[in-house]
Every structure is written in C-alpha cells, then in structure tokens.
C-alpha cells in the first residue's frame, strides 16, 4: 500500500532521515518504535507532504506521493493524527470534525461518518457544542481521531495516541485503533515511544535510529528480541 | 443634547469607516500575522476605481443610487483583484522567509501604488460626486445625522453581518478560521491554506473598496495619499481592539471613531489625532494585546 524507498529529509543542515526504506501493506497495523528525535514525527510529515523528502520515493496505491501538496495526499486517502493532537482549541467539537472531512464532496457519507465516530466515542457526541480546548487530555485524542477519520483514510497514519494519557484511557483508544483498523479495514501506521504497548496491537514494527531503519521484524519477534527490550522496553 | 448625539453619529460613521478597514488588516494579520501596509492603498484604489466608473455612468446618465451601486460593485472587483495580485507578488514568495521580510516587501508594496496612482491620476485632490441623495424624510434630523452617514452605517452593518455569516457559518469560514489557529495542522486536514489566503486577501480588499466608495461619497474629494493616513487609522483600531480579533476591530474602530468625534467637538479638531493616538497608547499599557487580543498561552 505503501512504500518508502532511501527517503531522505534534512532540516537546514541538519538530516533527519538518512534513506529510509519502509513498507506498509493493506489492512496491517504496523508501528514504528525509536528514542526522541530519532526522525519519527519527521517520517509521518514527509507522507503527508509537509516535510519535503530531498531524496527518494513514497509510493501510495502504485503512484508516487512525494511532490504532491498535503491536500492532494488527503485526498488519496492518507489522514494523519499528528503529536501533541493539536485540536482547534477555539472551534467546536463539532466543527473540529467537520473540517476533518474538508475534502470530501459526498454530505450523506459526511453524515453517515459523523454519526460513526459519535458511536466510537459517545462523549463526543455530549460535547460537540463545547469549544475543543475545553476538553480534556483523553477527549482531545478522540477527536483528533475521530477528526482524521472524517475524511474517510485507507491509511491512518498516528503520532503517539498514548502520549501524557492516563493508562485506562490508553487502553481504552488502542482498542478503539484495533476496531478502526478490524472493522473499517483502514492500515494503521503507528508511531508510538511506548513501544511494549504499540507492539502488542501491531502485526509489524520497524525500528528508527537516527533517521534510519535498523531493525525491522514482525512485532512478537520484536518483543523478544533482546536488544530490543533492553532499548525500548525497559527490561 | 442634540450637540452630543451629533457626535456619537459623526463618530460613528468614522467608527464604520474604520471598521471596514481594519478587518483587512486584522483577518491578514491573524491568518498569516503580517501587517499587510498595503492595505490603505487598496482602500484608496478603491475609491479612484469608483470615481472613474462613477463618472462614466453619470455621463451615461444613470440615477446617483444606480451609479453609486455600480461603482461599488467595480470597486470591489477591482480591489480585490489588486489585493489578490499583491498578496500573491510580494507576500507569497515571502511565506517561510523571516519575519521582517514580507513587512519590508509590505511598506514598499504600499509606495509603489501610492506612486502609481500619483503617475496615472494626478497629485492634486480630485472631486468626487456626492452619489448618495439626500432623504426628504430624513430632514427633520438633517442636524443630528445626514443621509450619507445613514447609509454609510446602514451598508457597514450589512457588510458586517454577511461578514459574521461567512465566518462562522461557511466551509471556507471554518478553513479560515483553522488556518488561523494552526496552519500546519490545516493543511494536515487537506485545507488549501493557500486558498485561505487569497480569500481572506479578496474579502479584506473588497471591505476596504466598500470603505473607500462611502467615504470619497461622504466627503467629496479623494487623492493618491488617502490610503495612508486611513490605513494608519484603522490599523491603530485593530491593534486597540486586539489585532487577529474579527469583534475586536470593530469595536476598536467604534471606539477611535468616537474618540475622534467627541475629542474635535468639544475640544479642538487640533487636538483630534491626538486623543486618537493618546487612546492607542494607554490601551497598549494597560492591555498590551488589544481590548478583545487573544492572549498568547504558551501550550505545554
């Protein structure tokens, strides 16, 4: 579905990803687990064309991604939810959705898509008048989710869901992802530094060490693999 | 108490004019946070369109509200596209260099046009057809308000209403408020940010237009330098009611227009300009980001 082939970014002077190569196949979870600064937010901003690869190819469904302006991208099917979920924290909850789906032509599916991420996260629903930055930690990453899913992605690419989150609430979005993922057949993509819990959902992971792919096995593999877990798992 | 509502209505239509303005400066400043200095002169571009047409349609002999119509309509379409060729020449290529780049660009923007209106028209102050009639059912009240500040208020709360609508209503009106608030986080959701622009370009110059038209119709002379001090004016408002605010320039705008009213009438027209800036000044230190500014929470 998609593939990354010697993709090389640099800020300025500074490389962030040194050629790499990366494929994600239609209807996986596969996650990508590195230290800070390793290049993993950088990778998911070249797919979605705000990080301008100066070397390499991103392919999606057979066709090349890599100069194409980030509206266009959406539109192939490629959402993003990006770190820090940076929700409109002066618009509604409702309108936060409704821009997710900015791209769409089709009013019935916007509606119909509405109404499913209502059911993913009834609280939503109760808060859709309220201004976004008035929800909470938890309720911000489902809507940046629900968000993302508005414009009805093939692939859904995420940029650490679990970061500073309660563990139940955690728990509670990776098993919405799984759904997402089983019930729409939507591939997921993601990034997370809490790899223990990223590999237990993931089918797949890869490995990022400054800017380039050093490991990259299926996820039980990965969860046994010694340096692994000394690396990332903290045992 | 005649003499006070006099004012209030003199500073009101002032206040509108302003108003008109401002939203250019502050729908550009919060959508991508450049002062766009250019803007006066797209006010003033705006009211030389509408003297040229104007005088056309008069030769042709249309009634004043046909031709004052028609000449706003021009104005609008030629300020807009002005506004749109600006943004695009000298701001666009501008976008991700530093800061003081595209306000340089902005401040030689606006003396170009300046200039060019200068060459193509003259220097001199040229008269401008008073194209709004006078209402025989406003007589009673001639001393209070006249019928070009009526319909100068009348239009201005108009604009201002299909203004709000588009905002807070519309799709594009969304995307720009988004755009505002996180434009990498827009064009993560597929949000043509450029587009944003332009549009927010062509709605801020075709306020200004509407502006120039009434005013130049108020007062009856325009020449090549009134987008200076206008545009000076209606941005000390916006930066008094909060710069980015959409409510804020507007009621900075009422706010200077009064200011200046009250101040000439019952001290000295001298002192006018005085008590504009004084006002600006004592808001700045007391609420250094405006009167409705968003105050800049550092996110953690």
Known sequence: MLKMRGVEVSYGKICALHGVDLEIRSGEIVTLIGANGAGKSTLLMAISGLARPIQGCIEFLGEEIQALPPNRIVERGISQVPEGRRIFPQLTVRENLELGAFCRHDPQGVRDDLAYVFSLFPILASRSQQLGGTLSGGEQQMLAISRALMARPSLLLLDEPSLGLAPIVIRQIFSIIQKINQEHKTTVFLVEQNANLALKVASRGYVLENGRVTMTDSADNLLRHEGVRQAYLGV | ?300
């Open chain 2, 1 to 300: 108490m005649e003499y006070f509502l006099e004012l209030f209505f003199s500073g009101l239509t002032r206040g509108s004019i302003y108003a008109l303005i401002a939203l250019g400066y502050t729908m550009v400043y919060g959508i991508i946070g450049l002062i766009n200095f250019a803007h006066g002169e797209i006010y003033m571009i705006g009211a030389f369109t509408a003297l040229i047409c104007a005088t056309v349609l008069t030769i042709w002999g249309l009634p004043p509200l046909a031709v004052l119509g028609l000449s706003a309509f021009a104005a609008i379409i030629w300020s807009a596209a002005y506004g749109l060729t600006v943004e695009r020449i000298a701001y666009r290529p501008l976008r991700h260099a530093p800061r003081l780049s595209p306000l340089i660009s902005a401040i030689g923007m606006s003396i170009f046009l300046q200039n060019y209106v200068l060459l193509a028209q003259t220097a001199d102050f040229v008269s401008f057809p008073a194209l709004i009639p006078d209402f025989a059912w406003l007589e009673p009240y001639r001393s209070i308000i006249g019928s070009s500040d009526l319909v100068i208020l009348l239009t201005t709360a108009v604009v201002m209403l299909l203004l709000t609508i588009l905002i807070k209503g519309t799709k594009i009106g969304r995307a720009m408020r988004a755009t505002a608030q996180d434009r990498e986080m827009a064009l993560l959701l597929g949000i043509d940010v450029n587009l944003v622009i332009s549009v927010t370009f062509v709605i801020g110059s075709a306020l200004a237009a509407i502006g120039g038209v009434l005013i130049a119709s108020h007062i009856g002379q325009i020449n090549f330098a009134i987008g200076f001090l206008a545009g000076i004016k209606a941005f000390t408002a916006a930066v008094l009611g909060g710069i980015g605010s959409v409510p804020g320039a507007v009621l900075g705008s009422l706010l200077l227009g009064w200011t200046e009213s009250f101040a000439t009438g019952y001290i000295s027209s001298d002192y006018e300009d005085v008590f504009a800036f004084a006002l600006l000044v004592l808001i700045l230190i007391f609420r250094p980001s405006g009167i409705l500014g968003r105050h800049h929470n550092q996110k953690v």
